[in-house]
């Protein structure tokens, strides 16, 4: 069964850092999101992101967040200066779609998630 | 701003017993899902809802949705060890999903 897969499973860093962490979604998803989990707390969206562009982002996601499709299969979260605040669970996921928008219906595939812990 | 409250957050229930979770959003919505998380581990896909009255069933769990109401419930019967994990609703809003805090559930021998 085709599913998401994230790279790496742990990230360690320093406090500010750049960090990128990688995704490639479902091979016929068109549409891709990431979710940030703290530990312990609920799952918070970060960004949707739909023919090469953003769709829709959250207050969180501030202007140390950039997302990226650089080629045909991958899909890349940046933080460019890390911050004690970033460490979490980030999971990348992804939803098929037809041309008509999001059908109803369609359910959104995460992956394993990414744990980031900055030092 | 869409909120989507949980509760109860923690439920400790004992093999053979029946519970149900609820789910309260606060706008209107033409999806709402449940996800299951074991811990460490990533979100499973459990049931998606699209309209009002709209009941579905996998093994142990059932889960309904009240439009009306902007309310779902997640039934579990004769719940086993093997169910116990946190499970989360999210409602769609556009493209975005909104996460309930989570139901943390352990079921006891």
């Known amino acids: 069964e085709p599913e998401v897969t994230q790279t790496p499973s742990h990230q360690v860093t320093q406090m500010g850092q750049e960090v990128i962490l990688r995704c490639v979604p479902i091979?016929?998803?068109?549409?891709f999101y990431w979710y940030r989990q703290i530990l312990g707390q609920k799952v918070e969206f970060l960004v949707s992101?739909?023919?090469?562009?953003?769709?829709?982002k959250s207050e969180i996601f501030d202007d140390q967040f950039s997302v990226e499709r650089p080629d045909g299969s991958n899909f890349t979260l940046k933080i460019r200066s890390t911050k004690l605040e970033d460490s979490a669970m980030y999971f990348c996921?992804?939803?098929?779609?037809?041309?008509?928008?999001?059908?109803?219906?369609?359910?959104?595939?995460f992956g394993p998630g990414t744990r980031l812990t900055v030092l | 701003e869409l909120k989507v409250e949980q509760n109860p957050l923690f439920l400790s229930m004992q093999e053979g017993k029946n519970y149900t979770i609820y789910c309260n959003y606060s706008?209107?919505?033409?999806?709402l899902y449940w996800y299951r998380q074991d811990p460490g581990k990533s979100l499973e896909s459990l049931f998606v809802?699209?309209?009002?009255?709209a009941v579905k069933q996998e093994g142990r769990l059932m889960a309904s949705l009240d439009t009306k109401a902007r309310l779902s419930t997640l039934h579990i019967t004769a719940a086993v060890h093997d169910l116990s994990a946190t499970y989360f609703c999210?409602?769609?809003?556009?493209?975005?999903?909104?996460f309930g805090e989570g139901t943390q559930l352990t079921v006891n021998p």
């Open positions: 996921a992804s939803i098929f779609v037809r041309t008509s928008g999001v059908r109803s219906g369609d359910t959104q595939y």
């Open positions: 091979s016929n998803h068109l549409y």
């Open positions: 992101f739909y023919n090469n562009e953003i769709s829709e």
């Open positions: 706008t209107t919505s033409d999806r």
């Open positions: 809802l699209l309209s009002n009255g």
């Open positions: 999210a409602v769609a809003s556009g493209s975005r999903l909104t």
